[in-house]
């Protein structure tokens, strides 16, 4: 693309502290998704001794679980236009009203059906979080640090999980907790009202002057990185505005399709970690696994969730993200496969193995699985092809979600848990192999360099190739020469 001109040096110099702060801020959204995917678990407990409501049908339950996802789905697969459309700002601040509102319903709620509508309500909002959380974090970050600070999505929803545990733990009613999330959805419109809107999106819809503002604020009012950020925004969306015979990159291109079919397939396995499934039930699941006390051990798991998901946000900028990917799968596969094997022994060796099995399944979920699809979906994607691509995997994403936790109690009485366990162990085996094989590496490149990276016709696919590989060497040189095969002929701006 014509915005590969643009000098490169600047990826080092671009101050985080303005888009870390409002990254924080926003990304609390993640913290009330967090809250969404686990509330069904202690809740449902709940209801049973709930003074207005019957003790919940196994229908009731599993509707209850997966009504959220299934909603998600469906908004998923039309709001993508409408997120480019309105920006990402005000798909994230609709969000937070979609929880608030859904989530008063269920603390008021008297009838079966009224907890329905406000679950499937908080649906709306998990949507637009997925849909306008990752792409605005990754639009406002260094490119040098935006594995970390994409990570900080994944930080939130696992707090949020955790959050919900731990209420459970203290016996917090599902009412009251449902009134403490809105008071956070509240909270979250402050943060996201006081946040800019991405310059991407504002140069996208011709508003210079608003954009020049906003990296101001995100460069500390450095002329020389504005005036460059400004520029190869301008280049970029005349390419990407430009009819598709001068450089648009059409939907339906071998450039757009291929990363929407892996990025389709790595969140199809993302869900086949059984993750929803486990924190959708856990408690259940503990008890049928013979543990002692279900909700604390609930509570520990997505402590040590938030705990290890640190660690996942100091790897993705230095390991990359397809080497973590299946080196974790593979973990995965086999903490999988120790669950299952736990539910053969006998009560002794039963719980050392449940304990080894469980620690080593937070771990390696929480190190990549967790946050690096999401990393992923923010930088495969052209800006004028980005909003129905997301639209697609976030509806893949949610479907399986909702498949997930929607059969795993029926599964798990027919078969047992143990080989439920196994046959996710199996796959999760498959979803290594396919990421070794199909993903590219993405660490250490810019936006526009990562969708370069399916051109294959394109006379710099091979540079950009092998830039991933030298990107290390380079950085640790302290400078980067241009105009050879081998050394990157990029000049390409530090955020987008």
């Avoid at 490169?8 to 702060?21: C, D, H, K, V, Y």
């Avoid at 203290?170 to 449902?178: E, G, I, P, S, V």
């Amino acid at each position: 693309m014509e915005s590969t001109s643009i000098r490169m040096e600047a990826m080092s110099t671009q101050p985080i502290g303005p888009a870390l702060r409002h990254s924080l801020g926003v990304s609390i959204s993640g913290c009330l998704m967090g809250v969404t995917v686990a509330y069904s678990a202690g809740a449902l407990d709940d209801m049973e001794d709930d003074f207005f409501l019957e003790k919940p049908s196994t229908t009731q339950s599993m509707i209850f679980s997966s009504l959220s996802a299934l909603v998600a789905f469906v908004a998923g697969l039309t709001f993508g236009r409408f997120v480019v459309h309105i920006g990402k700002k005000h798909a994230l601040i609709l969000s937070s009203i979609f929880y608030f509102l859904g989530y008063s319903l269920i603390a008021y709620s008297k009838q079966y059906v009224q907890l329905f509508i406000g679950r499937g309500i908080t649906g709306l909002g998990l949507t637009l979080t997925c849909l306008a959380l990752s792409p605005y974090i990754s639009e406002i970050s260094p490119t040098k640090h935006r594995g970390k600070f994409a990570s900080i999505m994944q930080l939130q929803v696992q707090l949020g999980v955790l959050v919900i545990n731990v209420l459970a733990v203290l016996d917090l009613k599902f009412r009251w907790t449902a009134s403490i999330t809105s008071a956070i959805a509240v909270l979250n419109l402050f943060f996201i009202a006081v946040a800019p809107e991405t310059p991407r999106w504002l140069i996208s819809k011709a508003k210079l002057r608003e954009a020049e503002e906003v990296l101001d604020l995100l460069m500390e009012e450095d002329p020389d990185l504005v005036h460059d950020e400004i520029e190869v925004l301008q280049r970029s969306c005349r390419v990407e505005n430009a009819p598709q015979d001068q450089g648009r990159v059409p939907f339906f291109s071998a450039q757009n399709l291929k990363p929407l079919a892996i990025m389709c397939c790595i969140m199809i396995f993302q869900q086949l970690t059984a993750i929803n499934a486990v924190l959708s039930d856990s408690n259940r699941i503990f008890k049928e696994m013979r543990f002692d006390h279900p909700r604390l051990c609930t509570a520990g798991m997505s402590a040590a969730f938030l705990l290890f998901t640190f660690g996942s946000a100091a790897l993705t900028d230095k390991a990359g993200r397809k080497l973590l990917l299946v080196v974790f799968a593979v973990l995965i596969s086999f903490s999988l496969g120790l669950f299952s094997l736990a539910g053969f022994l006998k009560k002794g060796l039963h719980m050392s193995l449940l304990t080894l099995s469980l620690a080593s399944y937070v771990f390696s979920f929480s190190m990549a699985w967790g946050s690096i699809p999401w990393v992923l979906s923010g930088e495969l994607f052209t800006v004028e092809n980005q909003g129905r691509a997301i639209s697609i995997v976030s509806g893949v994403n949610w479907i399986f979600n909702f498949l997930t936790v929607f059969t795993w109690a029926p599964l798990t009485t027919a078969l047992s848990a143990r080989w439920v366990f196994l046959i996710y162990s199996v796959l999760m085996i498959v979803g290594a192999v396919f990421v070794a094989v199909f993903l590219p590496e993405t660490r250490g490149l810019t936006l526009h360099q990562v969708t370069d990276l399916f051109a294959a016709d394109s006379p710099r696919y091979v540079t950009i190739v092998h830039r991933v590989s030298s990107t290390a060497n380079e950085s640790s040189a302290g400078s980067v020469k241009g105009g050879s095969v081998g050394r990157t002929a990029y000049n390409q701006p530090h955020m987008f």
